[in-house]
């Protein structure tokens, strides 16, 4: 079992908060190559831990990313998202020598994660690249939504120029 420390913000305040985030690249291009994600986890893991959050694991595929974050109780997770995307947009722009600007697709996916689902959560996002040999990213984020009891309109999922097939959430 993962055993994190978190200080008390307060006397008498305790939480222990975990998040397990998802997105991809613009159009979901398969821009996060073998030669610089594990650099793009590094500049990942440096900024959340300046935001005092507690990364857990990071790990993707090249069309996209999972965190799992211990979370600061002072910070949004949309707001901690929206830096992580952009300050990493601009990493990978300054280390790229490609003529085409790196970007994030707009939303993520942040689901709660409980103490008691830690080991699980952190061992499916380590095993990525297995896990995606047998599932799509498209096949694989529905059924976390549907196994959160998320409803979702297809046309706001993440960009998969298939058809998605009706509401499969509802």
Known sequence: MLHFKFR???PNSYTKLYVHCIFTPKGRESLLTDSIRDNVHKY???IMKAKKCFPVAINGTKDHIHLLIGFNPLISISDLIRDIKR????FINEQSKSYL???WQEGFGAFTVGYRDLDRVFNYILNQQEHHHKKSFKEEYKQILIDEGINF???????FYDDVQGNMGA
């Open 87 to 90: 300050s990493s947009a601009m």
């Open 101 to 103: 600007k790196f970007k």
């Open 44 to 46: 990942i893991y440096g």
């Open 153 to 159: 309109n297809p046309e706001y999922l993440f960009e």
């Open 8 to 10: 008390a913000m307060k």
